[in-house]
């Protein structure tokens, strides 16, 4: 009868050991793609900034051009 005490509380510490290490690999993996994610796109709204400022300008100045263009 303690032999199989001892038996099943080893399978339960196996399965413990087993679950915390999925349960911390599981934190870790979620943790590391939010961190990669959000240093990833925080710079993209600065870049979008940048191409429409630059449209923008580009597209006055063009704008300027052809209005001396044609006069």
């Known amino acids: 009868m ?3 005490a001892i038996v ?3 399978g339960q510490l196996v399965c413990f050991v087993v679950n915390q290490i999925f349960s911390i690999g599981s934190i870790l993996s979620w943790t590391l793609t939010v961190i990669l994610a959000y240093t990833y796109w925080i710079f993209s709204p ?3 900034g940048v191409a429409l400022l630059a449209t923008w300008c580009l597209d006055r100045a063009g704008s300027k051009r052809r209005a001396l263009t044609e006069v």
Do not use: D, E, P, V
């Open 46 to 48: 600065g870049a979008i």
């Open 2 to 4: 303690l032999k199989r």
């Open 8 to 10: 099943r509380s080893n």
